[in-house]
């Protein structure tokens, strides 16, 4: 499966954004998909990820990042409210098996494809 994530940009804190991650090849609900981001002179870390229909977010995005996904178009969703700058990096979305264990789909290692990756920059 090809991944291509887009959507970033730059906004104001407290903006909203929707990053998409379109896959092709492969059905993207034959995955789990994955949501991480890097910030500039850290490690990626997670964010959210869907499972069949089961979502997963990380503490700090709680209620504020919504994941999603259209069969239709192929598609996951990640729809960010209320953004903070601490959520500046780069997001990239992730394929990996639809068999990931809730404690692997935090670790970027089980994941068996990646996106190229969308800017998001929050400031003032």
């Known amino acids: 499966v090809q991944l291509q994530a887009s959507g970033g940009g730059l906004v104001q804190p407290g903006d909203s954004l929707r990053l998409s991650c379109a896959a092709s090849?492969?059905?993207?609900?034959?995955?789990?998909i994955g949501w991480f981001r890097q910030a500039p002179g850290k490690e990626r870390e997670y964010v959210a990820a869907?499972?069949?229909?089961?979502?997963y977010y990380k503490d700090p995005v709680k209620g504020r990042f919504t994941i999603s996904r259209d069969n239709a178009k192929n598609s996951v969703y990640l729809q960010m409210n209320s953004l903070e700058p601490g959520d500046t990096g780069i997001y990239y979305c992730?394929?990996?098996?639809?068999?990931?264990?809730?404690?692997?789909?935090?670790?970027?290692?089980?994941?068996?494809?990646w996106g190229q990756g969308t800017q998001v920059t929050v400031s003032s």
């Open positions: 992730a394929a990996g098996s639809l068999t990931l264990i809730l404690s692997s789909l935090w670790n970027p290692d089980q994941y068996d494809y």
């Open positions: 090849g492969r059905t993207i609900s034959s995955y789990s």
């Open positions: 869907i499972r069949r229909s089961s979502t």
